[in-house]
């Protein structure tokens, strides 16, 4: 069994006053919280760049105010380098807050959806390694006791790419334990169903009792997805994907992407066998197997892998940002209403490449050469897309000594 680490001291100081937080840019925003980019002031008046969530102030259902505060709690317990860390967690004025890492990237979901578009699978062994790392923070979830001693029992219960973040530096992590159940969550009661439909479990669409396998078989389905550059379950609407789903068919990789070798593609039908007693047996079980393979295909895969895809990620983003730019102002520039087309140049149109994960043909070693002539391809260095939003908490300097949500 592993205990959760002890609390970092950039924790320890975040949640000692008079710090101070104050929301920057919205990074992200759904039915029930929010997400911004923040910075922390210390006392001495260093910063430092946090991810701050909040309930959306139109929610008052108990339940999900309940679901929070356990999702902040389990998150301010957990401590491993593929699992985003809460640093502080509170209730300001009936607002519920979460203070975490800021981790500057982009969702896993942010990448498949282009890749998606384009029909384009990821690099077998970049997306292997993602699926190890991500194996590793749900082993160490599974696997972790309280002060005490005594099993947590987690299941995260909704492992999918939006909960798994890619940062610019390589690091792959998951988030949202909102959907957790564990030994002492006081929200989720017996029978309650969570998490994206595409990647449920068999057995909780047959309404079986279900455990921790059922986080490995999300693992599994993002794994297929990664390799097979499109959806495995999913239907016109949600009734039709929950049926894909309880009858579990599963393509062979190989005759979705015939560059997947035959060891990949046993590791994948392993983790999604519809009865769980046929599962692989453990997240950590398919950690160890997947280093093994990662050890034939390529054992220099690593953080700089998806450090890469991360910026060709960013550069298409601002292209596509460029592009789209370029096309409004020569819409305007031609109205009728504007001054007359041949009285100004029009702006050049951006021109897209067509999307793809390839990388050099040459080699796949990690030379720097190898790394420039891949960059190439996908043309000159392009700014990142900035992330900005529209709006600001209603408390936008935020003091930290307030009550903590337990």
């Keep these: 069994m592993l205990k959760p680490e002890r609390k970092s001291s950039i924790s320890v100081r975040l949640r000692r006053a008079p710090t101070q937080y104050k929301p920057v840019s919205r990074i992200a925003v759904g039915g029930m919280a929010e ?7 210390f006392e001495g008046g260093d910063e430092y760049p946090v991810a701050i969530k909040r309930v959306l102030p139109h929610i008052t259902d108990p339940l999900f105010r309940a679901m929070f505060k356990d999702e902040a709690r389990l998150g301010m317990t957990l401590r491993h380098p593929n699992i985003v860390p809460v640093y502080d967690a509170r209730d300001i004025g009936g607002t519920y807050l979460m203070i975490m890492e800021l981790v500057d990237g982009d969702s896993l979901k942010g990448l498949l959806d282009r890749a998606f578009e384009a029909a384009r699978p990821m690099p077998e062994a970049t997306a292997l390694y993602i699926a190890q790392q991500l194996a590793a923070g749900i082993a160490y979830a599974h696997r972790a006791v309280d002060a005490n001693g ?13 909960n798994l973040l890619l940062g610019k530096n390589g690091v792959v992590k998951l988030t949202d334990f909102g959907l957790a159940d564990a030994a002492d969550n006081s929200a989720l009661g017996e029978g309650m169903i969570g998490g994206k439909f595409g990647y449920l479990a068999p057995e909780i669409v047959r309404q079986e009792p279900h455990g921790q396998p059922v986080d490995v078989f999300a693992l599994g389905v993002i794994l297929w997805e990664m390799l097979a550059g499109r959806r495995l379950f999913h239907g016109r609407d949600d009734a039709e994907t ?15 992407n015939p560059r997947v070798s035959g060891a990949v593609d046993e590791l994948v039908r392993h983790t999604l066998q519809s009865q769980p007693v046929n599962r692989i047996p453990s997240a950590a079980d398919f950690s160890d197997e997947a280093l093994g393979l990662l050890a034939r295909i390529d054992s220099e895969v690593g953080p700089k892998d998806v450090q890469l895809l991360m910026g060709l990620h960013s550069a298409m983003k601002a292209r596509k940002v460029e592009a789209r730019s370029a096309a409004s102002l020569q819409k305007r520039w031609t109205s009728p209403r504007c001054c007359p087309a041949s009285s100004m140049p029009l702006p050049r149109r951006s021109r897209a490449r067509p999307w793809s994960w390839a990388r050099s043909p040459s080699t796949r070693t990690r030379s720097a050469s190898r790394r420039c002539s891949v960059a190439a391809t996908w043309g000159r260095s392009l700014p990142s897309a900035e992330r900005t939003g529209a ?16």
Excluded: F, Q, Y
């Excluded at 997400?35 to 002031?41: D, E, I, K, N, Y």
């Excluded at 709006?391 to 337990?406: D, I, Q, S, W």
């Design 150 to 162: 005594k099993p947590m029992n987690i299941i995260h219960r909704d492992v999918s790419p939006h």
């Design 35 to 41: 997400v911004w980019r923040g910075t922390a002031t």
């Design 242 to 256: 929950v049926r894909k789903v309880a009858a579990c068919e599963v393509p062979p990789l190989p005759a979705v």
């Design 391 to 406: 709006g600001c908490l209603a408390r936008p300097t935020l003091e930290a000594g307030a009550a903590h949500a337990r």
